[in-house]
């Protein structure tokens, strides 16, 4: 998911390439007196048995201190998933099944629903009978939840990037954490039918990321805007893409490539980033008229690129916060494209299997005739 407000100079910081075990644990005593929030995430994009999968697994820790940003001391837990024909990537959107179990109020746990135990050599989150073990650049989620067993090994692949601040400057900050590519291996089996994630047809996203009340989902994405947030994540032989938009949140997006990390960002006068939907779709299920396909475009003095996103899949839920409600999408699609560096590389990225996450505020806590009390400041600082 998209963080929030950054400075040019924490943007374009080098911190450490691979996360270490204190990066980890738990933060939860870090800013005591305030919401927080704090995740342990997975996300798989992968084919195997004739179908594209897009799979993720998300621990979340959630404290409320009166803020409103947070609801209740809950611990969330789920696990949610597509597998589609890839026969059917070129036809665009339609309906899918899909799998999507820990999201609701009942599915909640409280803080005793999850152990965090660091020993010599890793750190282990358990929740629910599933277990993540850390020993970075390595990690293991195993266990059943709902209807998927999962065994699947990761190892980092490329970079972490810092784009938010390591977690030692969370108490002055507000916010910390990391994200980085993976590669993936293992099984996941759903209703009986196994599905095998080979590492050669595949990757996946690894997220460490918490925050303090000042991220404000809500308010970075104001209940009148359309558009909401957006993180689309890819992977190719060749170069790896990261970017994220929204409303409340200047522009951001990366592309690693031979050993080096190309970052687009307005904030730097010399670069820029566009992230521009081009289609929408009316979602039966939902009732959504969701964003389906996109075209981000950046420059910096040291490369461009241009990409083209088409989905063709999706899985939803509804998110609950302090003071409104969100509507949050994970959509798989193909992306086409070039990157090209200064001294005139090329890089052509031509039906890449991608992932995008649209999150939406659909409803806020107060509204009266003369607008919503929640979900109108973009300018406010929000994931």
């Not at 073990?133 to 998927?148: H, I, K």
């Not at 400057?169 to 080979?198: K, M, P, Q």
Request: glycine residues 12%.
């Amino acid at each position: 998911m998209p963080t929030g407000e950054r400075t040019l100079e924490s943007a374009q910081a080098a911190h450490r390439a691979i996360p270490e075990l204190t990066d980890e644990i738990g933060h939860l005593e870090v800013l005591p007196d305030q919401d927080f929030w704090m995740d342990n995430l997975f996300t798989v994009v992968a084919q195997s048995e004739g179908h594209d999968i897009l799979f993720q697994h998300t621990i979340i820790a959630m404290r409320d201190r009166g803020g409103g940003v947070y609801l209740g001391d809950t611990r969330k837990h789920y696990v949610q998933m597509v597998a589609v024909p890839s026969g059917g990537r070129n036809g665009g959107m339609r309906d899918n099944n899909f799998v999507s179990y820990g999201t609701y109020f009942p599915q909640f746990g409280g803080p005793e629903s999850l152990t965090i135990t660091q020993t010599a050599d890793s750190v282990i989150w358990e929740t629910n009978g599933v277990e993540v073990v850390s020993a970075p650049p390595e990690w293991r989620l195993r266990g059943t939840y709902g209807n998927v067993e999962m065994d699947l090994r990761f190892t980092q692949s490329g970079d972490a990037e810092w784009t938010y601040g390591p977690f030692e400057r969370l108490r002055d900050n507000g916010r910390g954490g990391y994200h980085c590519f993976a590669r993936v291996s293992g099984t996941l089996t759903v209703e009986g039918r196994t599905f095998r994630i080979d590492e050669n047809a595949s990757w996946a996203g690894r997220e460490r990321m918490a925050s303090g009340q000042s991220l404000d989902y809500i308010d970075a994405c104001p209940v009148t805007e359309e558009s909401g947030w957006y993180w689309l994540m890819g992977k190719t032989p060749e170069v790896i893409v990261y970017a994220n938009w929204a409303p409340g949140i200047d522009a951001h997006a990366s592309v690693q490539y031979d050993g080096e990390t190309y970052t687009f960002d307005p904030r730097d006068p010399d670069s820029e980033v566009r992230f521009e939907v081009t289609e929408r779709w009316n979602d039966p299920r939902s009732g959504l008229h969701m964003p389906c396909r996109w075209e981000l475009t950046g420059r910096t003095p040291q490369g461009s690129v241009k990409i083209d996103f088409s989905t063709h899949a999706r899985f939803y839920s509804l998110s609950p916060y302090g003071h409104g409600m969100m509507s949050i999408t994970y959509l798989i699609g193909i992306a086409t494209g070039t990157f090209v560096t200064a001294d005139g590389r090329e890089v052509r990225i031509a039906d890449a299997l991608m992932m995008l996450d649209w999150g939406k505020t659909i409803s806020v806590s107060e509204q009266g005739l003369s607008g919503p009390r929640w979900g109108n400041r973009a300018g406010k600082q929000g994931r």
